[in-house]
């Protein structure tokens, strides 16, 4: 079987850095993808990491150790505006892409 | 306009009706998706196709019907709906990583309450 595991909830205060993090088993692994939701809203897409190391856009990195099966995103520079779930999915199947989701971190930044 | 659209955005339905969610995209991508949301449970993968006429279950297919016969729509069908369907329902599509991210687009939603 598949399961992802991320905190529940995660909170900060504004000017931080958070990392959220994402450790996962799968009979496979082609990928880890980052997704954000805000109350209310659909899901948008952050990140992909299909090889091991860090990816950096602007303010969001994402993070991916295949050989431990564990990945984070860390967010810098908090802003209100970055309250929101934040979901990590797993590619788990080659030549096509069927993600399995985490059940979401919920990310609340104080002022 | 371009993108992924639903409806209807919110639905009052009553148990054992039949109700269809509709679902369409614009960029021809081959992947679509349903997922529903409910608390505590993330997203949770209903069916998904790979192409027109193409459908495969997921994780929860139990209760719904889909279909697709044109590339652009991915109906979602509630054949006699029951209290615990109601839930939150995104609809996605994906170019299958032809660009190589594996982007998921999702569509706004459809809030659905069975009474």
């Known amino acids: 079987g598949q399961s992802l595991e991320q905190p529940s909830e995660v909170t900060a205060v504004e000017g931080a850095i958070v990392q959220i993090n994402c450790t996962y088993q799968?009979?496979?692994?082609?990928?880890l993808s980052w997704y954000q939701q805000h109350d209310g809203g659909a899901p948008t897409f952050l990140s992909y990491n299909a090889l091991d190391g860090l990816e950096e856009t602007g303010r969001f990195s994402s993070f991916l150790s295949r050989s431990d099966s564990y990945g984070y995103l860390l967010l810098q520079e908090l802003q209100m505006k970055d309250s929101a779930s934040y979901f990590c999915?797993?590619?788990?199947?080659?030549?096509?892409?069927?993600?399995?989701f985490g059940r979401g971190t919920s990310l609340i930044v104080h002022p | 306009d371009a993108g992924i659209t639903q409806s209807p955005r919110y639905k009052i339905t009553e148990t054992g009706r039949q109700v269809t969610l509709m679902c369409h995209q614009t960029w021809s991508h081959s992947y679509m998706f349903w997922y529903r949301q409910d608390l505590g449970h993330g997203l949770r993968l209903i069916y998904y196709s790979a192409a027109a006429d193409i459908t495969d279950k997921g994780e929860v297919p139990d209760g719904y019907v889909v279909s697709r016969s044109k590339t652009e729509n991915f109906p979602l069908t509630l054949e006699s709906a029951t209290r615990s369907q109601t839930s939150v329902y995104f609809c996605a599509s994906s170019d299958g990583g032809a660009q190589g991210s594996y982007e998921q687009y999702f569509g706004p939603g459809t809030r659905l309450t069975v009474t």
């Open positions: 799968t009979s496979g692994f082609y990928g």
């Open positions: 999915a797993v590619r788990d199947q080659g030549g096509s892409y069927i993600p399995t």
